[in-house]
């Protein structure tokens, strides 16, 4: 079964390429488990953006995020998402990997090590420096005060082929995406011009006017829109 998983960091989202987690327990000679069970760090890949979560993360000494979430969604909306919740979260590692050649596309690889793991609101493993209480995970804030406008920003967008690898010249005949990476933009309207000297746009069979995308309604934090480049009319 074809699956997405989506990483959830403080309100911002991020499609995941490769992920990686696991238990394990220490054993004596005869094979038998000597201590607690303990977990692997969570391993990502994600595609990179001018975005710096992880890196500014990676550096700090004693930096927590309070709640991370991993959903596991099937491509075919056939089944139930399961989703993987980390509490008090630290960032072990951030590795940013570019190859020229090929598709694969510019990445970020970083390690997560949570205090607490929840899978579909199942503890599954609590250690001792945790600090937040999965009970109250779903009790609502009172915000004292003035109510806290949570801003609205375009973070980065930029062209990649069907293969979500980063093109700098684009030819007539290309079928390409648009990526806009956005935060609290579900939606808003967004208008966004594509400025080429030589060649003209199609979004869903229309050519764009003055190489320009109108009132594009956001869904996601990070949308891919799939434009076709045509020779430029006189």
């Keep these: ?67 991370v979430k991993i959903v596991f969604s099937p491509v075919n909306g056939m089944s139930k998402s399961t989703t993987i919740e980390l509490l ?38 609590k250690r001792y420096w945790a600090v937040t209480d999965p009970a109250m995970l779903n009790q609502k804030q009172t915000l004292v005060g003035e109510d806290k406008q949570e801003e609205k920003k375009i973070i980065d967008y930029y062209i990649t082929d069907l293969n979500n690898k980063r093109v ?5 005949g290309d079928k390409i995406l648009l990526n806009i990476h956005s935060k609290n933009m579900i939606d808003e309207l967004f208008t966004i011009k594509l400025t080429n000297q030589t060649i003209d746009f199609k979004y869903n069979g229309d050519v764009l ?26």
């Design 88 to 125: 008090d979260v630290y960032c072990l590692f951030c590795k940013y990997d570019f190859i020229a050649t090929g598709n694969q596309p510019f990445v970020v690889n970083f390690y997560l090590s949570p205090a607490t793991i929840i899978r579909d609101g199942i503890v599954l493993m």
């Design 1 to 67: 079964m074809s699956i997405k998983i989506t990483l959830f960091v403080d309100d911002l989202e991020f499609n995941v390429l490769d992920f990686f987690f696991g238990f394990f327990q220490n054993s004596d000679y005869t094979g038998r488990p000597t201590n607690k069970p303990n977990a692997y760090p969570f391993k990502f890949t994600i595609e990179a953006s001018r975005d710096t979560t992880f890196y500014e993360w990676a550096i700090h000494p004693t930096m927590q995020k309070r709640r």
């Design 209 to 234: 006017v003055d190489d320009t995308l109108s009132d594009y309604k956001i869904s996601s934090n990070q949308e891919k829109i799939e434009l076709e480049a045509i020779k430029q009319e006189v």
């Design 168 to 172: 700098d010249k684009i030819l007539a």
